[in-house]
């Protein structure tokens, strides 16, 4: 059966259907219960599966994190909620240096099968620290796999892979996307957790992203082909590890690359995704790979984030710059 | 510093002076507030609670982005404001506009936070107020190393650090408060206890008696006050601010009160609290409290009334003024402060928005000419 949800229920959804399968599946966070959290994400589970499986823990994300560690390690697979992107930092430490090491540092004897979720990104209109894009501190840290969903479909999926994974899972949730509807097959066979995904194709460049991006990606695609650019648009879906295969594909086949965060751009997953393209398709790259990203500047206030957002202007703007080589 | 356990620990009740209907309960653990400050303490309240309906207008209008109402929360706002000198300093949350305002920073500066126009709207430097933050706990740290300054500068200010209950569950919370007691800093952390973090609450923070039960375990006094009853408030952090100013170290304080609106404009109280409990806290409103009381002593008269209900009024305008305003930030902003010198990557980026911009503009010029020429056709 095929229905329509926006990524908001969809996630919900996900969160339902892991917990019915495995009752060590359960769920922590600040305001997730009663609530069901600030964006409602986790609405009813704690009617469904009561307040042991549905923790509104103390105000403190280090508490979050470390207390998942604990739970993991008698068997439990805890599923975290972070509020709101900005303030991921109090349980930075627990997560890189705890959560990401604890596996290797016993050489496998303790897994880890904790999942983080993380509203991410901008386009709300809120105060600082209300927006941010932090995935690159946590792609830059070994032993933590980063998703990120852009449709409701993957919200659906790929919660419950993370879930069943038995590494920590950074789940980045593109926040603007929570209440956009799209078409959720709950029987539909799943590509890999980690699989990147052509999603249009096309023949004279390829545009990468992930999540709220996506749009933004396909949007631009639209205006192209409306003026005769074919653009072929590729969802990364995981930011670590970063699935090569689609990406160095299309490539080869276009030559022309432009990728596409609202993070800053600096020592960013575009940067590492334009290292990693250039290293492996470089005899058939006509331009370098082009970065449109966030500015190295701290988010900006509500009524000028637009100016630091990208746009479909500025993506078919690096377009045009790496056919213009 | 070694004290006795008797010196540390709160009460039994927390501080209060004043009973719903004004009436003067027996209070001798401290001195009764001169009437005179009372009296200033009632302008404040009354100017605080219109500040705080004019900006929950503001919202609904568009004009704020949002706004976490301090609405029943009036008498620690002005508690925590009042008590210090102009060369002390005050590190207030999200929720504490209106303390800020109590500063001396005029409103529309205030408010450049919650509009969305910038991060913080003063200059914390002139008004001894550090940036409203947003990541709990966060600022009690700041406050205590600026407390820490000002003992090696061997200067006497005192600095009042604010938080909500739910962000003393936070590991920055009980770090302030040790290095505090440890340098004996002067610094007053005044918790408002409002019952809840957004839909959570207290007993989701503490399994302790009281918050103020916390300080004891630092090495310092915590003190419970009834946070609707601005008599005790004040009486409460004077003897705080006294007591950090003479160099006797960090005082926590743990005010009682109620948060009447929802967390924020944006959050649904309904989903987590009854309106019955809200009614009981409306019923112990701050502003009638002393109200009631001043107008027993004699000491608030109908001119009085008129006249602060005027000064709130022109307030409450300025706020709308300022909020009018269509102002829109400068872009080139986002990259002046954010190293002291701006780098070359950053001229760069600049470079390439404002010509993104400028095209943008000529476009848009050009399409209104267009508009233009073919009205005129
Ligand atoms: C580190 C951090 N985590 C989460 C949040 C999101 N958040 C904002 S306010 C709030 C509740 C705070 O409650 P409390 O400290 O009691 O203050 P109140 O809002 O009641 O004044 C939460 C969870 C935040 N601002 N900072
Ligand atoms: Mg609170």
Not at chain 1, 283 to 307: C, F, H, N, W
Not at chain 2, 304 to 321: K, M, P, Q, S, Y
Request: with cysteine; proline share 6%.
């Amino acid at each position: 059966m095929i229905e329509s949800l926006t990524m908001a229920k969809a996630i919900n959804a996900g969160l339902h259907a892991a917990m019915s399968a495995d009752d060590k599946v359960l769920l922590m966070g600040e305001d997730i219960g009663t609530l069901g959290g600030v964006f409602r994400v986790t609405e009813g589970l704690k009617n469904a599966f009561g307040e042991n499986r549905v923790l509104d823990t103390p105000l403190a994300e280090s508490g979050i994190v470390g207390t998942a560690i604990g739970l993991a390690m008698r068997g439990y697979r805890p599923v975290c909620e972070i509020q709101f992107d900005g303030f991921i930092f109090p349980g930075f430490d627990q997560i890189t240096t705890q959560l990401a090491k604890m596996t290797a540092r016993h050489e496998g004897l303790l897994q880890m099968p904790v999942v983080i979720r993380v509203p991410y990104g901008g386009h709300i209109g809120a105060i600082e620290h209300h927006s941010e894009s932090p995935e690159a501190y946590f792609a830059h840290t070994p032993g933590l796999r980063l998703v990120s969903p852009a449709t409701a479909q993957d919200g659906f999926t790929m919660i419950q892979q993370a879930i069943a994974s038995n590494d920590p899972v950074l789940f980045f949730e593109p926040k603007s996307r929570y209440w956009q509807k799209g078409e959720v097959d709950r029987e539909a066979t799943a590509a890999p957790l980690h699989a990147s995904r052509v999603i249009r194709t096309g023949s004279d460049a390829t545009v990468i992203g992930h999540g709220a991006m996506i749009a933004t990606l396909l949007q631009a695609a639209e205006i192209a082909a409306e003026e005769g650019t074919s653009l072929e648009v590729i969802d990364l879906r995981s930011l670590s590890p970063i699935d090569y295969g689609p990406i160095v594909e299309s490539a080869q086949k276009t030559g022309r690359v432009v990728v596409a965060h609202e993070a800053p751009g600096n020592a960013s997953i575009g940067s590492e995704l334009a290292a990693t393209i250039t290293e492996r398709a470089f005899y058939s790259l006509q331009a370098p790979v082009l970065r449109v990203t966030g500015y190295d500047v701290p988010y900006p206030p509500a009524k000028i984030e637009a100016v630091f957002l990208p746009d479909a202007d500025r993506v078919l703007d690096a377009v045009d710059r790496v056919l213009a080589y | 510093m070694a004290h006795e356990d008797s010196e540390l620990l709160p009460g039994e009740t927390p501080v209060r002076f004043l009973d719903q209907d004004g009436r003067a309960l027996d209070e001798t653990r401290y001195p009764m507030p001169p009437l005179s400050e009372l009296q200033a303490a009632y302008r404040a309240l009354v100017v605080a609670r219109r500040i705080n309906e004019q900006c929950s207008a503001l919202v609904r209008q568009g004009r704020l982005a949002v706004y976490p109402s301090s609405h029943g929360q009036e008498a620690c706002e002005v508690a925590a404001a009042l008590p210090l000198a102009e060369r002390d300093w005050l590190f207030p949350t999200y929720r504490d506009a209106v303390a800020v305002i109590g500063r001396g920073v005029p409103p529309a500066e205030a408010m450049v936070l919650l509009q969305g126009d910038w991060h913080s709207g003063y200059d914390p430097r002139e008004h001894g107020v550090a940036p409203q933050a947003t990541p709990l706990a966060t600022q009690l740290l700041h406050a205590a190393g600026f407390a820490h300054a000002a003992k090696l500068r061997g200067e006497d200010t005192v600095v009042v650090a604010m938080c909500g209950d739910g962000a003393t569950s936070e590991g920055d919370f009980h770090e302030a408060l040790n290095l505090a007691a440890v340098f004996g800093l002067a610094v007053v952390f005044l918790v408002q206890n409002n019952g809840f973090a957004i839909s959570v609450p207290l007993s989701r923070q503490t399994a302790a008696a009281s918050l103020a039960h916390k300080a004891i375990g630092y090495g310092m006094p915590g003190v419970r006050v009834d946070g609707n009853d601005a008599a005790a408030l004040l009486a409460v952090m004077h003897a705080a601010v006294d007591r950090a100013r003479a160099g006797g170290g960090p005082t926590l304080v743990e005010a009682h009160t109620y948060r009447i609106q929802a967390h924020t404009n944006a959050d649904d109280d309904t989903r987590y609290r009854d309106r019955a409990e809200v009614q009981e806290w409306v019923a112990r409103d701050p502003l009638i409290r002393l109200r009631s009381y001043l107008r027993v002593c004699d000491a608030l008269s109908a001119a009085a009334e008129d006249e602060i209900t005027a000064e709130a009024e022109a307030v409450a305008a300025e706020l709308r003024d300022a909020l009018q305003a269509e102002h829109v930030p400068d872009p080139e902003d986002l990259f002046r402060h954010v190293y002291a010198e701006r780098t070359p990557r950053l001229e760069e980026q600049w470079a390439m928005l404002a010509d993104e911009l400028a095209r943008d503009a000529e476009s848009e010029h050009a399409e209104s000419e267009h508009a233009e020429h073919e009205e005129a056709r």
